[in-house]
């Protein structure tokens, strides 16, 4: 049940960035400073469930992996100090920061790169969590092959 739940949340929490990343993309893009707006907005205020959900994924992937050591695991764990960091250090400031300039009405120079950063760093935490959502199903299914979980 708690792999179940660590899926579950790890999974949100994927599709979460995904949902930002691609609402900013398609507003900066295709929409009006109005929509991009609210799209920074919102962002903003998501943030405040966000963030608790990936605590939640990092803490519950710590607690089922205490005492293993599985190379599938190491890869996990090299990868969530990364994923963390660059949650942390880039993109909370900087959708804090897309947001006040966005509601300012400010789309200078300034802006437009923070954005590039975040772009980036929003696809590298994709590309992060892709693969660690990609080896918990692969180790899921070895244990499932060992008979240590049920379908």
């Known amino acids: 049940m708690r792999a179940k739940l660590h899926g579950l949340i790890g999974s949100a929490a994927w599709l979460c960035i995904a949902g930002f990343w691609s609402s900013t993309l ?3 893009l295709f929409l009006s400073p109005a929509a991009v707006v609210t799209v920074k907005t919102s962002i903003a205020w998501s943030l405040l469930a966000f963030v608790p959900l990936m605590i939640a994924t990092a803490g519950s992937g710590f607690a089922l992996a205490a005492g293993r050591s599985e190379p599938l695991l190491a890869g996990k764990r090299r990868r969530m100090p990364l994923i963390g ?22 789309f200078d120079t300034a802006f437009y790169v923070v954005q590039g950063v975040e772009l980036l760093a929003g696809a590298l935490n994709l ?16 244990a499932r092959s060992r008979g240590f979980v049920s379908a």
Do not use: H
């Open 26 to 28: 398609i507003a900066e």
């Open 85 to 106: 960091a660059n949650g942390l250090l880039v993109l909370v400031p900087a959708a804090l920061y897309l947001q006040a300039k966005a509601v300012a009405g400010e």
């Open 127 to 142: 590309w992060l969590i892709g693969r660690s959502l990609r080896d918990g199903l692969r180790l899921r299914a070895q």
